[in-house]
C-alpha cells in the first residue's frame, strides 16, 4: 500500500513537471491598424508565455467600455492624449503607471512631458505617448495652389470642389481660423458656445463649396484621385498615402496650426496582465518595430527620430508637408472637460440638418 503511494505521488509530481504553465493572454484595446499581425505573431515569438487577443476600437468605444465594466476586460488601451483626464477623474477606469518599467528614455522630451502634463492626477502619471498625427488640409497643389488655411475650403474659387468631415475637428479647425482659441475657452462655456455658434454660421454658408462630406479615408481618396475635389480637410495620414500615389497631392498645415493628437498607453484599472502590458509597450518602441508599426498607421512614432523610421514613401511626404516652423506651431488637442462634447454634438447636428447632410 505504502510502495502504491509512493508512486501515484511520484506520477503526479512527474505529470506536473510536464505539463506546460497557462499562456498569459494580454488583452490589447487599440486602434484598427496598432496591432498589425506581423507584429503581434513577432512579439508572441519572443515572449511564448503570452498571448496577444487584440479588440480594435476608437475613443469614445474605448471609454464606453472600459466605463461599463469599471476598467475590467482589458489589460492595456490606447486612448488618446485628450480623453484621459477628465474621463479618469469621472469614472476611474485607469491605473497609475508604474514608469520604472517603460524606456522612456527613447521616447521625444516634447511629447512624453506633454502626454504626462495632461494625464497626471494627484501625482500619478496615467498615460505615456505612442504615435501621433495631425488633422489639417489637403490640396492639389496644381489645382489649389493657395490652400493655406481652414477657411478656403470656402472659398468661391474653389466652390463645388471642396470636403470636410462633419465631426469636432472641424469646428476647431474653423474656430482657429476665425480668430479664436477654442482650447482657450474649455475654461468658460458660454464662451465656447458663442465660439460654436459662429462657426457653425460659417459651416452652414460654406455648404455650397462643398463636392461631399467625407466620412472616411476611402472615400475621400477616392474624391481626391479622381479630380473631383481640389482641397479637403483631413488627417495627415490619408494624405501621405495619396502623395505616395500622385505627387501633386500634399498635407498642408493650415497657417494656425496643424491639429495634433497623441494615441497612447494606459492600463486599464482592473486589468490583469500588467507585465504582459509593459513588456508590449516596450516592444513596440524598439526600432525595428516602430519600423513595422509605422508602417501599418501611416503614424509617427513618439520615439526619437520617429519619423526617420517611417516608410520611404511615407517619410517624403511628411517632409514635403512639415517644415520645423510647421511642426513648432502644432496646435495639441487639449483634455476635453465635461459638457463639450455634447456641445459639439448638438453644433453637428445643427450643421447637417441645415445642410441636408446625413
Not at 508565455?49 to 472600459?66: C, G, P, R, W, Y
Not at 501611416?298 to 520645423?324: M, Q, R, W, Y
Amino acid at each position: 500500500m505504502i510502495m502504491k503511494l509512493a508512486m501515484a505521488g511520484l506520477l503526479a509530481t512527474t505529470v506536473m513537471a510536464v505539463v506546460p504553465a497557462q499562456a498569459e493572454t494580454l488583452r490589447l484595446l487599440t486602434w484598427g491598424s496598432y496591432a498589425p499581425d506581423e507584429l503581434v505573431k513577432k512579439f508572441e515569438e519572443k515572449y511564448p508565455d503570452i498571448t496577444v487577443e487584440v479588440t480594435f476600437s476608437n475613443n469614445e468605444e474605448m471609454i464606453a467600455k472600459l466605463r461599463a465594466t469599471g476598467g475590467a476586460g482589458f489589460d492595456l488601451a490606447q486612448p488618446s492624449h485628450d480623453r484621459i483626464y477628465a474621463v479618469q477623474q469621472e469614472y476611474n477606469i485607469y491605473k497609475p503607471l508604474d514608469l520604472s518599467k517603460i524606456n522612456t528614455d527613447v521616447m521625444q522630451d516634447k511629447l512624453l512631458e506633454g502626454v504626462k502634463a495632461n494625464t497626471t492626477i494627484d501625482g500619478e502619471v496615467y498615460a505615456v505617448p505612442h504615435q501621433w498625427g495631425t488633422s489639417g488640409l489637403m490640396a492639389n497643389k496644381t489645382m489649389a495652389p493657395d490652400v493655406k488655411a481652414w477657411g478656403d475650403l470656402c472659398d468661391p474659387q474653389y466652390k463645388g470642389k471642396t470636403s470636410m468631415r462633419l465631426k469636432r475637428t472641424i469646428l476647431l479647425g474653423m474656430a482657429f481660423d476665425m480668430g479664436e482659441d477654442p482650447f482657450a475657452a474649455y475654461a468658460d462655456l458660454d464662451k465656447y458656445q458663442s465660439i460654436l455658434d459662429k462657426v457653425a454660421d460659417k459651416l452652414i454658408a460654406c455648404k455650397d463649396n462643398l463636392k461631399a462630406y467625407w466620412k472616411g479615408g476611402d472615400d475621400l481618396s477616392a474624391m481626391m484621385m479622381s479630380g473631383e475635389i481640389v482641397a479637403s480637410e483631413t488627417w495627415d495620414s490619408t494624405a501621405y498615402k495619396l502623395y505616395g500615389e500622385n505627387k501633386d497631392i500634399v498635407f498642408v498645415p493650415p497657417k494656425t496650426g496643424a491639429l495634433a493628437w497623441i494615441d497612447t498607453f494606459a492600463i486599464p484599472r482592473k486589468g490583469e496582465a500588467d507585465d504582459a502590458a509593459y513588456k508590449w509597450i516596450n516592444f513596440v518602441l524598439e526600432p525595428e518595430n516602430v519600423k513595422i508599426m509605422s508602417a501599418s498607421t501611416g503614424a509617427i512614432a513618439a520615439v526619437e527620430g520617429g519619423k526617420d523610421l517611417l516608410p520611404d514613401d511615407k517619410k517624403a511626404a511628411v517632409n514635403a508637408a512639415f517644415t520645423d516652423a510647421d511642426i513648432d506651431n502644432l496646435k495639441f488637442f487639449a483634455n476635453i472637460p465635461a459638457g463639450v462634447e455634447d456641445m459639439e454634438g448638438k453644433t453637428l447636428e445643427k450643421i447637417k440638418a441645415a445642410t441636408g447632410s446625413e
